[in-house]
C-alpha cells in the first residue's frame, strides 16, 4: 500500500508519493527571476530558506489557464528523497544543496492505492509529456498520473542554455 | 579492516594526522635553514609527531602507512642524535614522504597501494649509512648530489624502463643552455637533432627536450646511446664533466627502486646548481634576528592548540540559523514600525537585537580563521622552486594571524600561490644576476596580512626584478591586449596593471613552474568572484607588490536595495561606487548617445549607461507624476526627454525631490574590477545587510545575478551580478565608447567645470561659491544667532564662530527680514586652523557644474571673483574665506 497526494494542474489530474513531500502552502509570494527557464516560477521564502518553485504545469506541458498558481507543494531537500529512493543517484549536482517546490493550482486528497493498481506509463497521456511520469494510479474509476520527482526536478539543460 | 573500526576512529586518526604532517612541513624547513642551530625541539616536535602518525597507523593496520612513517621517524632519531647531520637532501626525501603520506591519508583504505619504494629506499639509506656521510661530510655533497638528481627520474615509469633494457650504455647529462646552447652559438634545434639522433633521451617528469630548452634552466636528463664513454661528450658537443655514465650496478639498483648502493666511483658529477649548504649559511647571516624568533612563535602555535574540533557543517549550519535570525530580527522591526504605544515592547526588541548582534558576530568569528593556514605552504613552495632553479630565496611572513572567513580562505589560496610561483619563478633573479645588480644573493619574498577598512590586504612583495611597464606595452601591443594609440596614453602603473589583462602572460619563456599564458587574470577573476580587488605596483629592478584586498566574509554583505517596476534587486555595496540622480532638465545637458548606446557626462568621463530593466526584459514605464500610475515609457532612448507640457511641471524646486518624476533618472555608478558603468534603476531603497544564499542549479545560467537574499519584509529578491550584468549589455566590446570617453575627457580638461554651490540672499540675487572651498553648510536658526556690539556670533562646535552678513560686506540686497531661518556657509579654513567665521544668506539653491571662466563682476568687495550667466541668472563668484577672514581682520 502507497500513499500519494493528488494535486491538479492546467484541469489535469495528478499525483506526487507522499514520501517527497515535505509540506504544503497555499498561496505565498514568488519573486519571479526574470531572465530564468520558463518552466522555473521563481523564489519562495520557506522560513529562511529560499525555495526554488518549479511551475509543474510547464514543465509537463499542460496548456496554461489563467490566474496564478494557488499552492505550494515543498519537496524533501535531495537527501531525503535519495534515502527514500525517489530520486536516483545521477541527479545533477549543481542541484545538491537545493530545496525545490512545484507550483500546482490545487491540492487534493491522500489516496492510497496497492502496488498492482500501479501500471505502466500508458503512451497516450493526453498531451503530457510522458517522461515526467513514473506510472499511474487508478482509483474510483479515475487515473492519476505519477509524478516523478527524479525527472521534474532534473535541470532542463535546454531551457537553461537558451 | 575498516569493519573492525568504528568509522570515527579512522576519522580522527585521519585528521590528526594530517595536522601532525601540515606541522613537520615548516618544521623540517625551519630545520634546514638553521641546521645544527635549531635542532634540539624542533626535531624532537617532527619526531613527536611523525611518531603519533606511527603510532595511529599500525593501531588501525594501514600498513604502507606505518611502514613509511616508521623510516621517516628511524632517520630524524639519527637527525635527533646527533648521528646523521641534516642536509637538503635529507630534507628533501622527508618531505617528499611527507607528501606521499598525505597521498595515503586522502584514501586510507587504498593507502597500502600508493608507491613509495623510492621514498623507503632512500630513507633506508640514511638509516644504514647514516653515521658515515656525518663522520665525513665533505665527500658527501657529490653522491648526494647524484641521488637527488637521480632520484628526479621516474625510474619505474614504461618509457624508462625501455629505454635501460636497450641501450648500454646510460649517461647522466647536464645541460645548461646559458652556456652549452648559446654561448656556442648554435640553436636549440639543432641540439635537438643532434641528441636525437645519438639515442634516447629521458627527462624527469617525461618532458620534451624542447620545452626544457626553452625553459633555458639548467636540467638533467638520461641518456641512453650505443656510443662508449668518452665519445659520448663529444658527440653531444658538451663539456665532459657534464656527461657521466652511469654504471650496471647503479641501474640495476634504480630499476629496482633501491639507490642503496653508492654511486659508481666515475659519476663525477659537478656540485648541483644549488649547494644548499651554502644557502643555509648565507640566510643565518643575513637574518639572525627573524630565524631565533621563529622557532617560539612556531612552538607557541602548537602548545596552543588546545580546542574543540567542531564539524564544518554544523558550524555551517548554525551560520545559517545566525543569518536567518538577523533577518527574523529586522521583519519583526518592520512589523513593530508604528507601535509605539507598547514601551515594554520597545525594551524587549532592543534587547533582542543586541543578542542577536551578539550571536551573529560569535558565530562570525567561529568560522573565522587566521590567514597562516594558507600562508604555511609557501615556504615550502618557493623552497622547491628556488631548489629547482638554483635560486636563493628567503621567505618571510607576517600578519599570519589576521583572521578572514573559512569560505575566503578557501578561495584565496589557489590565486596566492599562483602569485608566489610567478614571483619566485620570475620576479626574483638568480644569484649571480643579483650580485651583478648590487643585490644581496638572496632574494626575498614577503607575504602580509592586514586589516584595511573593513578589508583585509595580502601583499606580496618581492625585491626581485621589477616589471618593465615598457615590455608590457609592447607585448600588450603584439597581442592586441590595447592599440598602440592606447599605449601611448597609458600611465606606468595601467601599463604594469594589463598583467591581469585576459590573454596576456608576461612570460617570454615557458617554464614548468608557471607562465603558461593563463595566470594573472584567472588570479584577478577568481579574486573578484569573492568580491575582492587585485593590484600591482612594481619598480624596475627594485621589486614588485602584489596586493589582493579581500572581504572578511561572504557569507553578510551590505547592499542597496534597487528597484524596477515592481522588483526588487540588491547590489553589493562593494560594487557601488555613487549615485547619480540626473533631473529631467538636466537629462539634454548630462545624458548623451555614442555609438547607439546611452552615456552619462559624470564629471570629467562619459560613463556608459545600461538600463536594468532592459536587462532584465521588463517593460521600461515611467509613473505620472501626479497619479503614481505606471505608464509604458516608449522613448527609445534616455536622452530624448519630450519637451512640451510636460516641462512646464518642472517648476517644482521647494517640492519633493523624491517623488518620481518621469524625466528624472537614478543611476546607481557601480563597478567591477575595470569594468564601470551607470545602471539606470526606477526606485532606490535603504541599504541592507543581506545574508547572500546561493541560486539554485535551474538558474546557473542566469549570468544577471549572483544569488538571492530575504529582505526585513520577508521577500525574496535576487542580488544582481555586476559583471554578469556588464556582459550582457555587451560592454566591455564596445571600443567606440571607450574611446569617446577618452576623448571627452581630454576635451574636458581644456574647458575646466567647477562644483559651485548656488545661493541666494536677497531675493532675485543669485550667487555662488566652489564647493572646494566650504567646509560646511548648515541650516541656521536666526534664535540662536547671538549678538555682541555689532558682531554677531554662533556657536559652532562648542566655540563662538563670527557670522558674517553678505551685505555687511558687498553692496548687494540684504537678507530678508521675516525670514526665521537662514543657512550657514563656513568657509575651508587654511590646513590645521579653525573656521574663522560663517557668512549668512537666506536661500540654497542648487548644486551644479558650470563653466571656470567668468567675466570682471559689475560689483566690487572681498572676495569676488567674477560674474558668469547661468540659465539666463546673473551669478557672481565669490570667495567665501576672503570674506570672512577680512571681517575677522576688522
Redesign the interface.
Known sequence: MKQFVTCEVDGCALCVPIGAIQEVHGIREITPVRRAPEYVAGLLNLRGHVITMIDLGARIGTERGTGPREQNIVLKPLEALRRAGLVSDQVDPELQQDVIGLAVDAVGDVIEAEEDVMEATPANLSGLQAEFFGGVVRLDNCVYPIVDVSRVIRIDQAACAA | MDTLFDDSLVQEFITESREHLDSIEPDLLLVEEQGKAAAGEVVHRIFRAIHSVKGGASFLAYDALKGLSHKMESVLMLIRDGELEISAPITDVLLRSVDKLRLMLDDVTASDSVECGEESALLEQYMNGGAAPAAEAQPEAAPAGTDDRLSAFDWQSEAMRSLLAKASPVYLVEVIPAEDISAEERTAEAFIQNTLSLGTPFLAGGEELAAALAAGKPFTFVFGTVLEDDLAAAALELPEERVCALSAETLDNLSKSSVAAPVAPQAQVPQPVAPKAETAVEVQEIAPEKNVAAPAARAARVENAETLRVRLDLLTRLM?SA??LV??RNQLFKAMEGMNDQPQLAALLQNMDRVTAEIQGSVMQTRLQPVGGVFGKFPRVVRDIARKLGKEIEVNLSGTEVEVDRSVIELISDPLTHIIRNCADHAIETPDERAANGKPRSGTIEIAAYHEGGQVIVAVIDDGRGIDPEKIRKSAEKKGVITPEQGQRMSDSDLVNLIFAPGFSTAEQITDVSGRGVGMDVVRTNIEKLGGSVEVDSRIGAGTTVFLRIPLTLAIVPALLAGVQD?QFAVPQTSVEEIVWVRAKDVKSQIGRVHDKDVLRLRNTLLPLVRLADI???ERTFEHPETHEPLPDRRARLSDRRGGTESVDFERRDGDRRTNWRGDYRIIVVRSGRTRYGLVVDRLFDSEDIVM?????????????SG???TGD?????VLDIEGVAAMAELSQNADLQRASEDYASKQEQTTRQAVVLFRNAARETFAVPQSALLRLERLELDTVQTLGSEEFVNYRGRSLPVVRLEQRLPVGAFPAHLQHGYLLVPKPAAGAAPEGGVLVSEIVDAIEMKGECEPSRIAGPGVLGSTVYEGEMVTLLDPAALVSNAVLN
Open positions: 545559517n543569518g536567518e533577518l527574523a522588483d532584465l526584459g521588463i544564499k546561493p541560486l539554485s542549479g535551474h538558474l546557473k545560467n542566469v549570468r544577471c545575478f538571492a537574499t530575504i520577508g521577500r525574496v529578491i535576487t
